[in-house]
């Protein structure tokens, strides 16, 4: 059985540690903040200018001066912060920021990542993106394991034009977790009910298989 969004974004919060500092991506990264653990203490950092977020807020609580870089309605935490952005992308460029979570269209094995842009469509621009790959040690990716048409969107080379290079470190899909490594997709977990043979079978890219690949908890 192929994972959710919300899923997707509640297994990605297993790799929050306590004291990180996160910056969530938009779409299915901005899901995560609603899955880490109360036990431990994570600040959520915004582009646009904040510091301390927290979940989304209930039907009815939403704050319209409130927003993610995504423009989404969020809560925030005791003890945020608000400051421009140039601020925000000082701590990013600064390198300030433990964990960064992004959604892709397109991720190729030695890591390169495409989230920003289809040729032909129009894009209001690259946002932070860039400065998030650029700078960012710890990336991973959140995404869908396969296009509508049902094309791998793990490639060996991407196709589309490119946020970052060498950047990419692990990737959770709907089908499985894989890090990257030595320039191929390493398999490391499995959706329930997933097998193996369906995600090598939608992978394009080289796919190192262990001989077990244990299915992931939720």
Known sequence: MALTK?????RIAKEVKDGYYVNLGIGIPTLVANF????????FQSENGILGMGPFPFEGEEDPDLI?????????????????SALSFSMIRGQHVDLTIL???????????ANWKIPGKMV??????????????NIIVAMMHTNR????????????PLTGVNCVKKIVT??????????????????????????????EGDLIIPTEVPEMSL
């Open 174 to 203: 709907n089908l499985a977790v894989l890090e990257i490594k030595e320039d191929k997709f390493h398999l490391l977990e499995r959706a329930p009910g997933v097998t193996v043979e369906e995600i090598k079978k939608a992978t």
């Open 149 to 160: 048409a049902g094309a791998s969107k793990l490639l060996k080379q991407c196709s589309l």
């Open 6 to 10: 919300e899923q997707i974004a509640q």
């Open 68 to 84: 993610n870089a995504g423009k989404q309605t969020i809560t925030a935490l005791p003890g945020a912060s608000f400051f421009d």
């Open 124 to 137: 209001k621009g690259m946002g932070g993106a860039m400065d998030l790959v650029a700078s960012a040690e």
């Open 36 to 43: 880490v653990r109360d036990d431990i203490e994570v600040e």
């Open 103 to 113: 959604g892709a269209m397109e991720v190729a094995q030695n890591g390169d990542i």
